[in-house]
Nanobody, 115 residues
Framework: QVQLVESGGGLVQPGGSLRLSCVFS????????LGWYRQAPGKQRELVAA???????NYAESVKGRFTISRDSTKNTVYLQMNSLKPEDTAVYYC?????????WGQGTQVTVSS
């Protein structure tokens, strides 16, 4: 059983920063990809950023240059550093672990960008 637990969300003013963390645990024996997704009210869940087992990254166009995904394998943790936040970044952010044909999700953490 794989579990993921996010933390770090909250309320921040436009232009501010937040760092999300996701700790995962469980029996993972294959190479996996870690990602952050978000879902705003009335919208579909979308990929924000992902990092592969080899360290390769990709980002949604809307967050390039502002968000950075990283991982600490010694702590089984993936981070999302979010800078220059905008109101349109407001959403529930979900951590995802993808291995072979399986996807595992955290419970989500709310990020609200508002003055």
């Amino acid at each position: 059983q794989v579990q993921l637990v996010e933390s770090g969300g909250g309320l921040v003013q436009p232009g501010g920063s937040l760092r999300l963390s996701c700790v995962f645990s469980g029996n993972i024996f294959s190479i996996y990809t870690l990602g952050w997704y978000r879902q705003a009210p009335g919208k579909q869940r979308e990929l924000v950023a992902a990092i592969t087992g080899g360290g390769g990254t990709n980002y949604a166009e809307s967050v390039k240059g502002r968000f950075t995904i990283s991982r600490d394998s010694t702590k089984n943790t993936v981070y999302l550093q979010m800078n220059s936040l905008k109101p349109e970044d407001t959403a529930v952010y979900y951590c995802n672990l993808h291995v072979i044909i399986s996807d595992y999700w955290g419970q989500g953490t709310q990020v609200t960008v508002s003055s």
